[in-house]
């Protein structure tokens, strides 16, 4: 699976980026989809994940309420919505996928084999 991310950008504090992720190469309907994010001299972090099936998904405590992951299947996408940024947001945004065993840490980078080049959001104060 290869992954495409887009969708980064400069935004005011407050402001919102919609974040695009496609993956080629094969469909990712059954594959759990994650955003990850690194903030520079930071360690990369959990952002959100949504499960193969759309109907699951979790957030990072810092973001809940102000972003949402989705996706769309038939085109072979994943979305994550960010509103009411914060300059604390600011970091390159990756997206990654995989199929990961039942009860894997859907936090932990590991659990994922396949990433996006990232894209890169700023958040101006």
């Known amino acids: 699976v290869q992954l495409q991310a887009s969708g980064g950008g400069l935004v005011q504090a407050g402001g919102s980026l919609r974040l695009s992720c496609v993956a080629s190469g094969r469909t990712i309907i059954t594959y759990d989809m994650a955003w990850f994010r690194q903030a520079p001299g930071k360690e990369r972090e959990f952002v959100a994940r949504?499960?193969?099936?759309?109907?699951?998904?979790n957030y990072a405590d810092s973001v809940k309420g102000r972003f949402t992951i989705s996706r769309d299947n038939a085109k072979n996408t994943v979305y994550l919505q960010m509103n009411s940024l914060k300059p604390e947001d600011t970091a390159v945004y990756y997206c990654t996928a995989d199929r990961p065993p039942y009860g894997s840490m859907y936090y932990a980078g590991s659990t994922y084999d396949y990433w996006g080049q990232g894209t890169l959001v700023t958040v101006s104060s």
């Open positions: 949504i499960r193969w099936s759309g109907g699951g998904t």
